[in-house]
């Protein structure tokens, strides 16, 4: 494993984390999922991604990772990171949603009980709200920092302009930003309009999540939609009118630049998102420990040259997802 300082800070991540957004809740495989945990930890990831929405059901991704680190990993607490958020919805009426004070304080409480930890290493405002006033929310995670509740603040997925209202609140009462989480990959290249070059004017670290778009940057779609696959499931986030015969096409382009760099499509699509020097780590979800490994296997060529990344850029033009 490599590791990377995040932003300013003296902070190391791990260049791939684990994240326990699918596959760890209450409906899922609970043997599996400490299988991976396990493979991810002994592999040299260090860094544990949650929320209190995963699941599903909402909540059940922290109490089975809860679970976990009790009964295998509780002497090595303080060689993890552990994150978690909130700011999605959790539970019903009008405090279970949002970034409101009132909201992230119950939750950081809930999440905390969850796990059984005393503190995370990270706690986010998971998104922009568009409604609660950016000072709220940021005053907020300086008084869960400096009640011990968490040793780091970060937010996810806000617009540059609330970012950088953000960025500087926290910076203004000590309590810098450590990172800034959003998707990012070959097909949702949004954060290289702005908010890349803001996380690094504040010295913040950035982390991607869904850096294989939710697998179609795989093998999975380039012969159809496959049964079981995200794409078919109707309730997904992934729909099956998005992965278009054009889009796909340019997938099986991106494929063949990776047979020639001796890479799977996963494996090229993660060392793709690490070759900028200002993402500090990725985030991958896994079904098995298996496709857990072969994403660690990106890590085996992360460099590229000015010729194969004109030859992506070139096959991405207008590709968005």
């Not at 040299?44 to 990993?73: C, M, Q, R, V, W």
């Not at 290289?192 to 850096?211: H, M, Q, R, W, Y």
């Not at 063949?256 to 200002?278: P, S």
């Amino acid at each position: 494993m490599e590791y990377s300082f995040c932003g300013n800070s003296g902070l190391k991540l791990p260049k791939i984390s684990l994240g326990l957004w699918h596959n760890f809740g209450y409906v899922d495989d609970f043997e599996m999922a400490e299988k991976m945990v396990l493979y991810a930890f002994e592999h040299g990831i260090t860094h544990f991604d949650l929320a209190n929405n995963y699941g599903p059901p909402p909540g059940s991704a922290e109490s089975n990772f809860g679970k976990i680190l009790k009964k295998n990993l509780a002497s090595h607490r303080d060689e993890m990171i552990i994150s978690s958020k909130a700011g999605h919805l959790m539970w019903p009426g009008p405090y279970g949603d949002g970034s409101s004070r009132k909201y992230l304080m119950a939750s950081i409480d809930q999440s905390l009980h969850r796990t059984g930890l005393d503190y995370f290493d990270i706690f986010y405002s998971h998104r922009y709200d568009g409604e609660t006033p950016v000072e709220e929310t940021m005053q907020a995670l300086v008084d869960i920092v400096r009640s011990g509740k968490a040793l780091y603040a970060g937010i996810s997925k806000y617009p540059p302009i609330e970012a950088r209202k953000a960025l500087t609140y926290l910076k203004e009462r000590d309590v810098p930003c450590l990172i800034f989480q959003d998707k990012y990959s070959m097909l949702n290249r949004q954060p290289e309009d702005e908010i890349l070059n803001i996380v690094k004017e504040f010295g913040c670290g950035f982390i991607a999540f869904s850096p294989l778009a939710q697998g179609v940057l795989t093998n999975k779609y380039l012969k159809g939609i496959p049964e079981h696959s995200r794409a078919a499931d109707p309730t997904g986030f992934l729909q099956r009118e998005q992965v278009t015969e054009q889009l796909i096409d340019k997938v099986r382009q991106l494929n063949e630049i990776a047979l020639q760099r001796g890479q799977t499509m996963a494996e090229m699509a993660l060392a793709w998102v690490l070759r900028d020097n200002r993402v500090t780590s990725l985030i991958v979800g896994a079904r098995n420990v298996d496709q857990l490994g072969d994403n660690l296997k990106a890590l085996d060529h992360l460099s590229f040259s000015e010729e194969e990344l004109h030859r992506i850029d070139t096959i991405l033009d207008g590709a968005t997802l």
